[in-house]
T-cell receptor, first 113, second 115 residues
Framework: AQKVTQAQTEISVVEKEDVTLDCVYETRDTTYYLFWYKQPPSGELVFLIRRNSFDEQNEISGRYSWNFQKSTSSFNFTITASQVVDSAVYFCALSEGNNDMRFGAGTRLTVKP | NAGVTQTPKFQVLKTGQSMTLQCAQDMNHNSMYWYRQDPGMGLRLIYYSASEGTTDKGEVPNGYNVSRLNKREFSLRLESAAPSQTSVYFC??????????????FGQGTRLTVV
């Protein structure tokens, strides 16, 4: 079965610092999908990005950027100039061709003013 | 647009009681999922259903049963609740067919306490 590892349990930064959240995955499938979700203190799950295994282009959306590297099985997420509102738990997830979708344990990000 | 609707939002059970968590989606998605979230352990997949009439075990299926009643509804049943099943439960749905493969859309969660 596939596996997602988010080795950083908690990260604390000061506002305006850049921060990178790591995600490493394991899969035997050649077709798969990777996701990032944000869970703010209110508890809902907010979708951030989806990437399929055939698309290794990096993506930037405002202060958010994602670096997908198949060679290292990583899909890392960078927040530039962090803000207090970025404080949340961030989850990386992997779905293989059988539609099974597994999440990592999450990284709790705290941005201090 | 309701999206994914879970009921109830909160529930307290006594050990040994049974209950069913309901989930319905109105996005015509083929795949549906049940997860549990415990502190420090992320979201763990209990069961999923890739299409109406099919269900598969996830990481932590023991103590649970599911029913994909139709394309819209996917219920999770606890036959004999145990304190270890105290958790927040999330239902999700997504489209996973060849023409369209989307992200998962989540319900608001059910906070279950077993005493």
């Amino acid at each position: 079965a596939q596996k997602v590892t988010q080795a950083q349990t908690e990260i604390s930064v000061v506002e305006k610092e850049d921060v990178t959240l790591d995600c490493v995955y394991e899969t035997r499938d050649t077709t798969y999908y990777l996701f990032w979700y944000k869970q703010p203190p209110s508890g809902e799950l907010v979708f951030l990005i989806r990437r399929n295994s055939f698309d290794e282009q990096n993506e930037i959306s405002g202060r958010y950027s994602w670096n997908f590297q198949k060679s290292t099985s990583s899909f890392n997420f960078t927040i530039t100039a962090s803000q207090v509102v970025d404080s949340a738990v961030y989850f990386c997830a992997l779905s293989e061709g059988n539609n099974d979708m597994r999440f990592g344990a999450g990284t709790r990000l705290t941005v201090k003013p | 647009n309701a999206g994914v609707t879970q009921t109830p939002k909160f529930q307290v059970l006594k050990t040994g009681q049974s209950m069913t968590l309901q989930c319905a989606q109105d996005m015509n998605h083929n795949s549906m999922y049940w997860y549990r979230q415990d502190p420090g352990m992320g979201l763990r997949l209990i069961y999923y259903s890739a299409s109406e009439g099919t269900t598969d075990k996830g990481e932590v299926p023991n103590g649970y049963n599911v029913s994909r009643l139709n394309k819209r509804e996917f219920s999770l049943r606890l036959e004999s609740a145990a304190p270890s099943q105290t958790s927040v439960y999330f239902c999700a749905s997504r489209s996973t067919n060849r023409r369209l493969n989307t992200e998962a859309f989540f319900g608001q969660g059910t906070r279950l306490t077993v005493v």
